[in-house]
Nanobody, 128 residues
């Protein structure tokens, strides 16, 4: 069982930046591909970004490319999401997730059903 705890959300003006962190309760963090998702009220949970076990491969949803950056520090069992040039439409609850362990070291997972473990979410609100 892996527990995930997100932090770093908050209220920011359009054009601003936030950095989300997700700490995992496992000493074998490098075994897990990770992802960030978001869910706005009344909408489905959508992929934001994903990263492979090694960190060498990443995926971004189209609307996040060039603005967001996912990274991980396996020594700290933490995955990050740097969000720049934020827009009001980025307002949502952001979740981090861990995929089943021992996947290919280069594989990234892009759909919610591929992830086994979820954090509680952190609210990001972007004002216009």
């Amino acid at each position: 069982q892996v527990q995930l705890v997100e932090s770093g959300g908050g209220l920011v003006q359009a054009g601003g930046s936030l950095r989300l962190s997700c700490a995992a309760s496992t000493r074998t963090f490098s075994n897990y591909a990770m992802g960030w998702f978001r869910q706005a009220p009344g909408k489905e949970r959508d992929i934001v970004a994903a990263i492979s076990r090694s960190g060498g491969d990443t995926y971004y949803a189209d609307s996040m490319k060039g603005r967001f950056a996912i990274s991980r520090d396996n020594a700290k069992s933490t995955v990050y999401l740097q969000m720049n040039s934020l827009k009001p439409e980025d307002t949502a609850v952001y979740y981090c997730a861990a995929a089943p362990p021992y996947s290919s070291s280069t594989y990234v997972y892009t759909t919610p059903r591929e992830y086994n473990y979820w954090g509680q979410g952190t609210q990001v609100t972007v004002s216009s």
